[in-house]
């Protein structure tokens, strides 16, 4: 099974929504918030999303977790919420030039996955994308080689 999501800046969520009414092609939020209350300005909130029939939503980017230091417990508390709010998650997971290079690659991914994912159901589990996104290779210039995205 193949979809097209587009996840745009959120000042234009609303209007790539509207442009791409009538077709197949999904659309996510880059981030969200997975708080249900509270003050955090800035953020936004899942129930947001869902009420602007949100598809999808992006957590763990490695620009969130690198700069804004988001963790693997603050992402696990983002994919639930978003199933909470009826929006698919697409996780993402990647390890550094350094753990690439010290051959833990596996493990960082799985220890990602595994703790993102910790006390979902099975259903859930198997509804989450992985996006996978070496960090190393963000703005290097360097890229995955198709043996190493599998």
Not at 24 to 35: D, L, P, R, T
Not at 90 to 100: D, F
């Amino acid at each position: 099974k193949c979809e097209v999501v587009v996840c745009p800046t959120f000042v234009w969520l609303d209007a790539v929504k509207k442009a791409v009414e009538g077709t197949n092609i999904k659309v996510g939020a880059q981030n969200m918030h997975f708080e249900e209350k509270g003050a955090f300005t800035g953020e936004i909130a899942p129930r947001m999303l869902e009420a602007m029939n949100i598809d999808y939503v992006i957590i763990g980017h490695s620009e969130r977790r690198e700069y804004f230091n988001e963790t693997d417990e603050t992402c696990n508390k983002k994919v639930k919420a978003a199933f909470a709010h009826n929006l698919t998650p697409i996780l993402c997971c990647g390890e550094t030039l350094e753990q690439r290079e010290n051959g833990t690659t596996n493990d960082v991914i799985k220890a990602q996955i595994t703790a993102d994912l910790e006390g979902l159901t099975k259903e859930q589990a198997e509804k989450v994308v992985i996006a996978y996104e070496p960090i190393w290779a963000i703005g290097t210039g360097k890229t995955a080689t198709s043996d190493q995205a599998n």
